[in-house]
Nanobody, 123 residues
């Protein structure tokens, strides 16, 4: 019922910046808990960031704290991930995800997932 489409991935030099976008469509009132995850080759998917519907509750993985910023524009039904000071370890496929519920207190229970967008950081 909710479709998510990521965009903005690509190749960037270490130290550079990139902004990912995730557009949501379908039956949504803009109150979903939204998250970003990533999966590097040979590794399991890991949490990156999450944001509740008001933007008042935000959480980041320690590995990206201070470098990444998650935000959302409910009028546009879009969530963003601004990535600064990128390092090669950030290379991964990045996925956005949404919960059907408003509750945004855990990292489990994401019901909808995008197709992913590749981010490659060169040294």
């Amino acid at each position: 019922q909710v479709q998510l489409v990521e965009s903005g991935g690509g190749l960037v030099q270490a130290g550079g910046s990139l902004r990912l976008s995730c557009a949501a469509s379908g039956r949504t009132f803009g109150r979903n808990c939204m998250g970003w995850f990533r999966q590097a080759p040979g590794k399991e998917r890991e949490f990156v960031a999450r944001i509740n519907w008001t933007g008042g509750s935000i959480s980041y993985a320690d590995s990206v704290q201070g470098r990444f910023t998650i935000s959302r524009d409910n009028a546009k039904n879009t969530v963003y991930l601004q990535m600064n000071s990128l390092i090669p370890e950030d290379t991964a496929v990045y996925y956005c995800a949404a919960k059907a519920a408003v509750v945004c207190t855990t990292q489990r229970g994401y019901d909808y997932w995008g197709q992913g967008t590749q981010v490659t950081v060169s040294s």
